[in-house]
Every structure is written in structure tokens, then in C-alpha cells.
């Protein structure tokens, strides 16, 4: 497991000098807005010298004191899984390998944090740091979520929950502390509407890098090829990811011939800035059948996996092919920051695509599923795509989305912007024999909104299904804003206190490209629309 560098000490150094100015109190009144007071106070009580401290060095402290609690959790789950082997089912087996994963990219998300925090620039960076500490209380819930099939003792989730909870609950007291500074929005970049390797050849903003106006200026230019008949330099794209530089600050581009790949693919975090590059939605396909019937977790059911920053994905179809009755298998799932897919196609059941943690961006893809077939806790927009509702299993409702918001600090939630939301050709002929919504709350503060959307008649009158009777009513936040077609109606609506008809302009616009994920700041290789279309 990894632990944290000398580079934090370094930083909490480094803060003094940023924020000189002591806090004139005994450092309680930071705890006030947290969602868990006795454990921010009992945390700053460990502190010394709290009152001469500024908010940056006690937030430097409190995410020392998390990571402390990190690697104890990862410790444990280390010894139980050498010691007690022998006596766990796969299913646990892949829990617990997921925890550990987990806990070490909370790790890494906890020093980015540290890193956005003392870069001399707190105040311009607080959304990325907000971004990172939410990544890092997704994760432990994820870790939790591996032992919903575990039996009803929950195996080793009894000897763990503990420690997990104390780590999501330290973070988000870290959380609610950061939001406390002071927020300057970077001045915003030109933006391209629609730009891409056509649009753009003739011009570029001054921020796009030389090397990826080559790439968006040329279809041929790769540094691997794939190809199921040998005529590349793999024959899997597994192998191609693994020959891959690790944490490349450069774009790497891997090109995979059409073909259909019988693989299950994993990009980690150390294959950072990569790039997968097929021929287009059904010619390029990677395809595998993992899903929880059959043993897997939710989180390792994925056909492909994205955890490497700043990754790019055109002209791929990437599926899940167990089918309706093996229940939960992920076609997609990505926690990786800065990550877009344009002209993609991702096809399952129940789970399809599972945006899990950080910013993420979707462009004119196609997404095909039954129940919470995008769900997850991300920052993600998806743009111009085309949702498509398929027949469910008897007696089953269909949800496009499951927002997985846990902390009302999270800056996360699904925007639904200029899209297509209607029914597959399986369903259509018989869409009057199955309920279908917008989204259900998984999570007690889900938060998802539909923009400027075509909604189809598929949609039943109340939009949006309970998760579990009154559960999260009160603090999930939906909404729609102008969108059009024979479900738009919004007269029937649930009466919910967390749901709203969006009137505002202003308030619509917190839920696009350049507002919610900032994309306009690192959108460079695949085309999008900054606000609101008009």
C-alpha cells in the first residue's frame, strides 16, 4: 500500500508561507458546516498549535490524519486477506482486492489534492481539490458496495465497515473545510463549438498543444497499432495498454483495427494521457460477459476500466454481453479525471456504464441498458449522445440513471445535455408493458439533471422512481430545463422536495461543459458545447 511522500510535509511548509495569517481561534470554528462536528473537533484537538495555524495548514493536517486512517484500513484488509484465504469465496476475494485498489487511489487523489492545494494558487484551484477529496469518499462506499453478495453476515465487511466509515467521514470533514476558501475562477479559454479533427484544421485556440493539433489535424498518426489478424504490433489491446509508457505527460495513441476483442481491459492510473482510437461504433468492438451472478463485483465486472488520467476513447464499441438475467455487468467504468469519449458506443443491461469518480465528458455516444444503466458518483456531462432504454426481464422498470452522491459537498452529479432519450428497437414494440424513468436516488443526496433534452414517450408521467420508499426525497437534487418531446411533460412530475422544474437560465448553466466539469479548460481533442445551446 502505497503511503504518503515527503512532498507533504513539504506542503504543509509550503502553506505557511502561502497563508501566514493565523486563524484567530482555537481552530473549532473550522469545524462548523462539517456533517461530523465531534470527529473535525477531536482531529483538530491532535493538532498542535491549532490557533496559529491558517485554514490551509489545518486542512493539511486533517488529510494527514486521513491518510493515517488509509493505510490502517489497507493494513487490515492485507492481513485478513493473507491470513484468511483459505476461507474466502471468490466473491470476497474480489471485494477485498477492490478495497485495496481503492484505498490506493484514494491515496493518490488525497495528494493531488495536497499537491492543487500548494501550488501558490489554492484559491483558482478549489474546484480541482473538491474534485479529488469527493473521488476520495466515493471510493470507500465502492469498497463497501463489493460485499452486497457476500451472504447476510457480510463476511469481512463486519470487521471492516468501521474504519471505512471513519475514513469517508474524516474526508468529508477535509471536505467541508475546503469549501471555506476562497474561490477565484480561472479566466475562461476560447472554446470551439463542434471542433474536432475536421473543424479545427484551419485554426486552433493558442491552449491547444502542438501535439494534439497534429493528432485532431490527422487520422493516421499512432504510436501502436492492434489488429486481430497480425497485422499490427499486438493482437490484443491488453497488450498494448501494458507496452504503453506509464504516466506519460504526452498523449499516447493506440490505434485498434475493427475487429471484435474477447477481452476485459484495465487502464490503470499509471497509463496516464492515453488514447484508444478504433474504426468507428460496431467496427471496433471489445467485448466480455463479467457480472455479479457469476461471482464478480460490480466495480470488476467492467469490460473495460479507465482509473489513468486524461484518457481519450474514439470510435469504440466497448459491450457487456452476460445479458438481462445475470443482473449487474459494467460495460464501462471510468475514474479517471479528464477523461472523454466522443462518437463511442457502450452497450449492456442492468450497469452499463459506470461513471464512477472524477470529471468526465461524453460526446455523441450511444449508451443502451435497463436498470441504472448510468450510474455512479463522477462530475460527468454527456452531450449529443442517444440513451437508449432496451426490454427489461419481466416484472423489472427501466432507469436511465442512479446518481451515487453520498456528501452534499460533492461536486458531482450527471447532466443529461442535448441528448436523446428514447427507446431500443427491442423495446419498442413493447413499451406499454414496462415502466420507464429518468433516474432513481442511490445514494441520499443523488443529484442529475436533463437539459435541453428530447425525451421520448417511453417516459412515464412521473419521471423519476423511488429508491426505497421516502429515502432521499428530501435531499437529492433533480431537475429539468427545457427539453422537448412526448415525455418532457412535466404536469405530472413527482412532487418530491429534492425535484424541480428548472426555470433559470442561471441555474440551468451550473450544469454545463464549462461550469460543472470545467471542461473548457482541458477539452481539446474532442468537440463540445460550452453552455447552454440556443
Not at 46 to 55: E, G, H, N, R
Not at 138 to 156: I, K, M
Not at 434 to 455: A, H, N
Request: glycine fraction near 8%; aromatic fraction near 10%; proline fraction near 4%.
Amino acid at each position: 500500500m502505497a503511503i504518503f511522500s515527503s512532498k507533504l510535509v513539504l506542503s504543509c511548509i509550503v502553506l505557511r508561507f502561502l497563508f501566514p495569517e493565523p486563524a484567530a481561534s482555537t481552530g473549532i470554528d473550522h469545524c462548523e458546516g462539517t456533517l461530523y462536528p465531534e470527529l473535525c473537533v477531536s482531529t483538530l484537538s491532535a493538532i498542535p498549535d491549532i490557533q496559529t495555524k491558517s485554514l490551509p495548514d489545518v486542512i493539511c493536517a486533517t488529510i494527514k490524519a486521513s491518510e493515517t486512517a488509509v493505510n490502517a484500513a489497507a493494513e487490515n484488509c492485507s492481513i485478513y486477506l493473507r491470513h484468511h484465504s483459505y476461507a474466502l469465496d471468490g466473491r470476497q476475494r474480489y471485494a477485498i482486492t477492490d478495497c485495496l485498489d481503492l484505498f490506493s487511489q484514494t491515496v493518490n487523489q488525497l495528494v493531488a489534492a495536497w499537491s492543487r492545494l500548494s501550488s501558490g494558487n489554492a484559491s483558482s484551484r478549489v474546484e480541482d481539490v473538491r474534485t479529488m477529496l469527493s473521488a476520495a469518499i466515493t471510493n470507500q462506499y465502492t469498497c463497501l458496495d463489493g460485499f452486497a453478495y457476500v451472504g447476510h453476515d457480510g463476511g469481512y465487511r463486519q470487521v471492516i465497515e468501521g474504519r471505512i466509515y471513519h475514513v469517508s467521514h474524516m474526508i468529508s470533514n477535509s471536505l467541508a473545510m475546503v469549501r471555506k476558501i476562497p474561490r477565484r475562477v480561472p479566466r475562461r479559454r476560447e472554446a470551439l463549438e463542434g471542433y474536432g479533427a475536421v473543424d479545427a484544421a484551419s485554426g486552433f485556440p493558442e491552449w491547444v498543444s502542438p501535439k494534439d493539433r497534429r493528432l485532431l489535424q490527422t487520422e493516421t498518426r499512432v504510436d501502436l497499432v492492434v489488429a486481430k489478424d497480425g497485422n499490427g504490433d499486438f493482437t490484443t489491446v491488453s497488450e498494448a495498454v501494458a507496452a504503453a509508457p506509464t504516466n506519460s505527460m504526452e498523449r499516447f495513441v493506440i490505434y485498434v483495427k475493427a475487429g471484435t476483442y474477447l477481452e476485459n481491459v484495465e487502464v490503470p492510473m499509471s497509463k496516464t494521457n492515453l488514447m484508444l482510437m478504433g474504426d468507428g461504433i460496431g467496427k471496433t468492438v471489445i467485448k466480455a460477459r463479467r457480472n455479479v451472478v457469476d461471482g464478480w463485483t460490480t466495480f470488476r465486472s467492467a469490460t473495460v476500466a479507465v482509473v489513468g488520467d486524461g484518457f481519450l476513447m474514439r470510435d469504440v464499441t466497448v459491450e457487456n454481453s452476460a445479458g438481462p438475467r445475470k443482473h449487474q455487468a459494467v460495460a464501462l467504468r471510468v475514474g479517471a479525471d479528464l477523461s472523454a469519449f466522443h462518437r463511442c458506443s457502450f452497450v449492456g443491461y442492468q450497469d452499463t456504464l459506470y461513471v464512477h469518480t472524477l470529471r468526465q465528458f461524453f460526446y455523441d455516444c450511444d449508451v443502451y441498458g435497463t436498470v441504472d444503466f448510468i450510474f455512479g458518483n463522477a462530475a460527468v456531462v454527456l452531450q449529443k449522445c442517444r440513451l437508449y432504454a432496451r426490454r427489461p426481464l419481466p416484472g423489472q422498470k427501466n432507469t436511465f440513471t442512479a446518481q451515487g452522491r453520498a456528501d452534499p459537498n460533492q461536486n458531482t452529479g450527471i447532466s443529461i445535455h442535448r441528448c436523446q432519450v428514447t427507446a431500443a428497437s427491442s423495446l419498442v414494440p413493447v413499451q406499454s408493458s414496462f415502466r420507464t424513468y429518468l433516474g432513481r436516488p442511490w445514494m441520499e443526496y443523488s443529484r442529475t439533471v436533463f437539459m435541453q433534452s428530447f425525451l421520448g414517450r417511453l417516459i412515464e408521467p412521473a419521471g423519476w422512481l423511488e429508491w426505497d420508499g421516502s429515502f432521499a426525497l428530501s435531499t437529492l437534487f433533480y431537475g429539468e430545463y427545457m427539453n422537448s418531446g412526448p415525455g418532457a411533460d412535466t404536469t405530472g412530475r413527482v412532487t418530491w422536495p429534492g425535484y424541480r422544474v428548472i426555470n433559470s437560465s442561471t441555474e440551468a448553466s451550473a450544469f454545463t461543459v464549462e461550469s460543472f466539469i470545467n471542461g473548457d479548460q482541458w477539452l481539446t481533442s474532442v468537440p463540445f458545447i460550452p453552455g447552454l445551446a440556443h
